[in-house]
């Protein structure tokens, strides 16, 4: 059933005629005039007195209507895309147009404010029309526009939770007085198929809550409310192969509660302590997705008030309708999204890593729910010599495409700084590795190398926001650096500049979606950021920086309820350095003499630090790794010493060759020193150089 343009209807003769303006009292919020309560319905049945779904006066269908046809039965899992009742063509007065609100109908007890007519049947159904009762939906058009107005409000829907709360504040208390909705546990995905039984979960249940009467006047609609019924049934429902239940779901098509086959199906679904309305109170409509029955909805309506009437078979075909094919988009976009998010947490950093002489913090932020992917990511890559690279970048789009590029270039990022290139071979390479993955694809990136030991830093940009460096009196800048062409652009080549990067200075690195956006331009939101970090180191003094953790939330929230257009990527180093006091330093020829040499060297300095008792493990070591040093250099050889949390000790040739831990024979004369090393030490490692390489060990401080 779809909603047409219409033109007004002309009034036929002897047709009752419209309220007047004025004739009683109207809300424009959907308020309903009352009366007085008409006296108690005799012989209520089980939805009556004391029953959770028992409330005031609500919305009712109509009397009368057509039949519904009939059709052959489906299978649950097979069978077309739709299946529904067909409906009636429309006579030669098409109805009006549907308003953007559900049309409520009177309560029962309203009077209706109409001319008087004549005592007799009604036109339709040829039964009398009860007095003072509920207005029936008399028209097609009525109907029509409430199913216009229901199917709008279930479209806007984007999960599976808003869909189904779409349905049943649809309906309740415009169409039923009760909903309940079920499930299929787990729900199917697409094409794929379900294994196992079949069962059926209470999703949502929404009924007219009670209240006491209240005197003459307007009163608003009553707003549904969630709970009470859920008590009363069963959670999850097994339906049996061949039961009356399976048949009902198979035929797909909403029945009445006392047709054929539903008066044993509803008690199978709902259990024995919540009895089903007589007759045609109650309607039970199979959800039918594409591909298969996905749950069903059950519409209840008091005892006291107007059964439904055939044609609300079609009203519950059309939102069963409605709501199957939205669950189905829901549940693939939630697929989708559960997928997209997975492939952004696994192309960022799981953790970042602890490196010495700085601290790290970060944050990512996807564009907006319908955008969960995008190319923006950070890295924190431990180097050689205590350093660490700082890298941010931005591939153009959000996309899974765009997210794919980010983690091939964040992969070869890592490779390239594992080769301990400059920042600026490091961007050259990028971007030759950028154009090799095709001709339109762009990135921007800004790769900086931080030394604790030199408290100096080295940055390379291509074509990203400049970094915003905050020193430990409260003052913020923004660092010059050459901004450089993009990646991907191609014959470009990159700059780097080195600054300092004194201890206790916060560096805040950052893709342009925290300071562009349609509001304002990059440069702007770039000095809105200097600002912010500024105002914040105030808070904590001079002499004390702000944690890590509350500036990066204190940064995001400079951004407006108009600023996410982009994703955002947030890397923030708090640059700690090591004091001179705490580094040893020396050169040893590659010769016989220079293991006993750094044994004695490396016996002052850990004297000199008041570290004597790690004087055994240290000596051992140096001796082991020096020796394998002396064995193929053939240039000096350096020793390094750091006193940090723990005693780092570093030594590095000009053998670009990485030792290997093998396991030594019995009868071999060497071959045992990095098996030493590997066991007393806390951590060790070997890292390639553009000069040879360093191999380096931990042991903890007593």
């Given at each position: 059933m779809t909603e047409q343009p219409t033109s007004h209807e002309r009034p036929q003769p002897g047709a009752v005629p419209a309220p007047q303006p004025g004739?009683?009292?109207?809300?424009?919020?959907?308020?309903?005039?009352?009366?007085?309560?008409?006296?108690?319905?005799?012989?209520?049945?089980?939805?009556?007195?004391?029953?959770?779904?028992?409330?005031?006066?609500?919305?009712?269908?109509g009397q009368g209507g057509r039949s519904t046809p009939s059709g052959t039965p489906l299978p649950l899992d097979e069978g077309p895309e739709h299946s529904q009742p067909a409906a009636e063509e429309p006579g030669p007065h098409r109805p009006r147009p549907a308003p953007d609100t559900i049309p409520v109908q009177p309560a029962s007890g309203e009077q209706e404010r109409t001319p008087a007519q004549p005592a007799g049947p009604e036109r339709r159904t040829g039964q009398a029309a009860p007095p003072h009762g509920p207005m029936p939906m008399r028209r097609d058009g009525d109907r029509l526009r409430f199913v216009g107005a229901a199917t709008r409000r279930i479209a806007r829907g984007i999960d599976l939770d808003e869909i189904v709360m779409g349905l049943c504040r649809a309906t309740v208390p415009t169409f039923s007085d009760a909903i309940l909705v079920y499930l299929r546990d787990p729900l199917p995905v697409g094409d794929e198929r379900p294994t196992g039984p079949l069962q059926l979960r209470l999703r949502r249940t929404d009924r007219i809550p009670q209240q006491r009467d209240v005197e003459d006047g307007i009163l608003p609609v009553p707003a549904p409310e969630s709970s009470g019924l859920a008590?009363?049934?069963?959670?999850?429902?097994?339906?049996?192969?061949?039961?009356?239940?399976?048949e009902v779901l198979r035929g797909v098509r909403p029945v009445f509660a006392d047709a054929p086959g539903a008066a044993d199906a509803l008690p199978e679904l709902l259990g024995d302590d919540l009895p089903v309305p007589p007759g045609q109170h109650a309607i039970l409509a199979p959800l039918r997705g594409r591909r298969r029955v996905i749950g069903a909805a059950l519409f209840l309506r008091r005892p006291e008030r107007p059964a439904f009437e055939a044609d609300d078979l079609l009203v519950a075909a059309q939102l069963a309708t409605h709501s199957a094919l939205g669950i189905d988009k829901a549940v693939l976009y939630g697929r989708e999204a559960y997928i997209a998010d997975e492939l952004q947490r696994t192309m960022l950093p799981?953790?970042?890593?602890?490196?010495?002489?700085?601290?790290?913090?970060?944050?990512?932020?996807?564009?907006?729910?319908?955008?969960?992917?995008?190319?923006?990511?950070?890295?924190?890559?431990?180097?050689?010599?205590?350093?660490?690279?700082?890298?941010?970048?931005?591939?153009?789009?959000?996309?899974?495409?765009s997210a794919a590029i980010m983690?091939?270039?964040?992969?070869?990022?890592?490779?390239?700084?594992?080769?301990?290139?400059?920042?600026?071979?490091?961007?050259?390479?990028?971007?030759?590795?950028?154009q090799r993955l095709g001709t339109d694809r762009m990135a921007t990136c800004l790769y900086a190398v931080y030394d604790p030991v030199a408290?100096?830093?080295?940055?390379?940009?291509?074509?990203?926001?400049?970094?915003?460096?905050?020193?430990?009196?409260?003052?913020?800048?923004?660092?010059r650096v050459p901004a450089g062409a993009p990646i991907g652009v191609g014959g470009v080549d990159f700059e780097a500049v080195e600054l300092d990067a004194p201890a206790g200075a916060t560096l805040l690195l950052y893709t342009d979606g925290l300071v562009e956006s349609r509001l304002r331009d990059v440069w702007t939101g770039i000095e809105q950021l200097r600002e912010k970090l500024a105002s914040t180191a105030q808070l904590t003094g001079i002499d004390h920086p702000p944690p890590l953790e509350a500036l990066c939330d204190e940064v995001l929230d400079m951004l407006g309820p108009g600023d996410r257009d982009d994703d955002i990527a947030l890397l923030a180093a708090r640059f700690d350095g090591i004091a001179p006091s705490d580094v040893a330093y020396w050169f040893l020829e590659p010769e016989d003499s220079a293991p006993g040499r750094a044994r004695r060297l490396a016996r002052r300095a850990l004297s000199r630090w008041g570290l004597e008792e790690l004087t055994d493990s240290v000596e051992l070591l140096v001796s082991e790794?020096?020796?394998?040093?002396?064995?193929?250099?053939?240039?000096?050889?350096?020793?390094?010493?750091?006193?940090?949390?723990?005693?780092?000790?570093?030594?590095?040739?000009?053998?670009?060759?990485?030792?290997?831990?093998?396991?030594?024979?019995a009868t071999d004369e060497g071959g045992r020193g990095l098996y030493l090393v590997n066991r007393l030490a806390r951590r060790w490692g070997a890292t390639r150089l553009s000069t040879g390489k360093v191999v380096w060990f931990e042991l903890n401080r007593g």
């Open positions: 004739a009683g009292p109207a809300d424009p919020r959907g308020a309903l005039p009352r009366v007085p309560a008409s006296p108690a319905v005799t012989g209520a049945g089980p939805l009556g007195e004391g029953d959770p779904l028992a409330a005031p006066q609500a919305s009712a269908g008590a009363l049934t069963k959670e999850l429902c097994e339906v049996r192969p061949g039961g009356a239940l399976a799981e953790h970042l890593p602890r490196c010495t002489g700085v601290r790290l913090a970060s944050r990512y932020l996807p564009a907006a729910e319908t955008a969960r992917v995008g190319g923006d990511w950070y890295d924190a890559i431990p180097l050689p010599g205590s350093r660490v690279a700082l890298v941010v970048g931005d591939v153009m789009g959000h996309s899974m495409t983690g091939q270039l964040r992969t070869t990022a890592q490779t390239l700084a594992g080769l301990d290139l400059p920042p600026q071979e490091v961007l050259h390479h990028l971007d030759e590795q950028a408290h100096r830093i080295t940055v390379a940009n291509a074509g990203h926001p400049p970094p915003v460096l905050l020193h430990l009196g409260g003052r913020a800048e923004v660092l790794v020096v020796t394998n040093a002396v064995r193929y250099a053939s240039r000096p050889i350096t020793l390094r010493l750091l006193r940090t949390d723990v005693l780092r000790c570093e030594v590095g040739d000009d053998v670009p060759q990485l030792p290997r831990l093998r396991q030594a024979r």
